[in-house]
T-cell receptor, first 114, second 115 residues
């Protein structure tokens, strides 16, 4: 079974600085998707960024980028120019290519301080 | 589009009661799923469906039933509520697994407390 590990239960960063959230996963699959979801206090799950395992290029979405290391099974999220609105729980998730069974990590609570 | 909607937003049950959590989507997604979120454990898959009339178990299915009579609706039934089922429940939907746009769209969640 696939497992996703987020080793940082809580992190904090000063506004405008950069922070990196870690995620590792365990799988024997070669084709899969990886995701970072944001969950603000409203509880709504919001997709931040996604990465297809067959793509070597790291995904970027504005201030959000990932460092995808397939051999190391690592998928970290970098948030640049942190904003107060980035305060939320962040979940790393794994999904096999042939089905939609998504496995989540336990989450990292990020606080952006003014 | 309303996206994924869930009702109710909050519910309190007594042990042994039954109830149905409603989920609907208007994006014509084939895949729908139910997750529960417990503190410190992320989201865990309860049941999922790859289309009308087809359902299957996820990681934590015990105590829950589902059915998928239409593409739009995917209700989750608690047969006999237990305190261990106190959690936040999320419904999600997505395109077919092989669609490159594939991502899961989540509803706003239902906070369930079982006394």
């Amino acid at each position: 079974a696939q497992t996703v590990t987020q080793s940082q239960p809580e992190m904090s960063v000063q506004e405008a600085e950069t922070v990196t959230l870690s995620c590792t996963y365990d799988t024997s699959e070669s084709n899969y998707y990886l995701f970072w979801y944001k969950q603000p206090p409203s509880r709504q799950m919001i997709l931040v960024i996604r990465q297809e395992a067959y793509k070597q290029q790291n995904a970027t979405e504005n201030r959000f980028s990932v460092n995808f290391q397939k051999a190391a099974k690592s998928f970290s999220l970098k948030i640049s120019d942190s904003q107060l609105g980035d305060t939320a729980m962040y979940f790393c998730a794994f999904m096999k290519q042939d089905n939609n069974d998504m496995r989540f990590g336990a989450g990292t609570r990020l606080t952006v301080k003014p | 589009n309303a996206g994924v909607t869930q009702t109710p937003k909050f519910q309190v049950l007594k042990t042994g009661q039954s109830m149905t959590l409603q989920c609907a989507q208007d994006m014509n997604h084939e895949y729908m799923s139910w997750y529960r979120q417990d503190p410190g454990m992320g989201l865990r898959l309860i049941h999922y469906s790859v289309g009308a009339g087809i359902t299957d178990q996820g990681e934590v299915p015990n105590g829950y039933n589902v059915s998928r009579s239409t593409t739009e609706d995917f209700p989750l039934r608690l047969l006999s509520a237990a305190p261990s089922q106190t959690s936040v429940y999320f419904c999600a939907s997505s395109y077919t697994p092989r669609d490159p746009r594939n991502e899961q769209f989540f509803g706003p969640g239902t906070r369930l407390t079982v006394l």
